[in-house]
């Protein structure tokens, strides 16, 4: 029995509670921070924009690899498999980001490939030969 393929809208919506909980915190723990170390630094965009991408990166690349579901997958019962059934790896978590980011800044377009593509695969599942499927 075929796996039933977890599509764009809900894909998006455990988009969304992970970036509630990623923005959160951000926050928490640059206030965090600017009270320990009393630095003008905290206050940079540069310094905001890279602090939140190691967070990112780390969040998602960890919970891949280690279980193929990030909190808001969890939620929304959904679940990050590779397409033959072989163990997802750190490089395979690497390129899944790396191509997701790229689909990202290309306004998108790759994230919404999900909506278009027969196998609801998004770029970054596409190069990572992963699907995200619905688990009960």
Same mark, same amino acid.
Do not use: C
């Given at each position: 029995m075929e796996e039933k393929k977890a599509g764009f809208i809900l894909r998006v919506? +455990? *988009?969304? =509670? /992970?970036?509630? $909980?990623l923005v959160s915190a951000t926050f928490i723990l640059i206030q965090f921070i600017k009270? &320990? $170390?009393?630095?003008?630094i905290t206050h940079s *965009? *540069?310094?905001i924009i890279l602090f939140y991408? @190691? *967070? /990112?990166?780390n969040y998602y690349t960890l919970f891949w690899v280690f279980g193929g579901q990030t909190p %808001?997958?969890? @939620?929304?019962?959904?679940? @990050? &498999?590779?397409?033959? %059934?072989?163990?997802f790896t750190y490089k395979d978590s690497f390129i899944r980001y790396w191509t997701w980011m790229v689909g990202v800044a290309l306004l998108? &377009? %790759?994230?919404? #490939? =999900? +909506? #278009?593509n027969k196998n609801k695969?998004?770029?970054? /599942? $596409?190069? +990572?030969?992963?699907y995200v499927i619905r688990v009960q």
């Open positions: 919506t +455990a *988009l969304t =509670i /992970d970036e509630i $909980i009270w &320990v $170390i009393n630095e003008e *965009l *540069l310094f991408e @190691l *967070l /990112d990166y %808001g997958k969890m @939620l929304m019962k959904t679940k @990050l &498999v590779k397409m033959n %059934g072989s163990r998108g &377009v %790759g994230y919404f #490939w =999900i +909506a #278009w695969q998004g770029w970054n /599942d $596409i190069t +990572a030969k992963t």
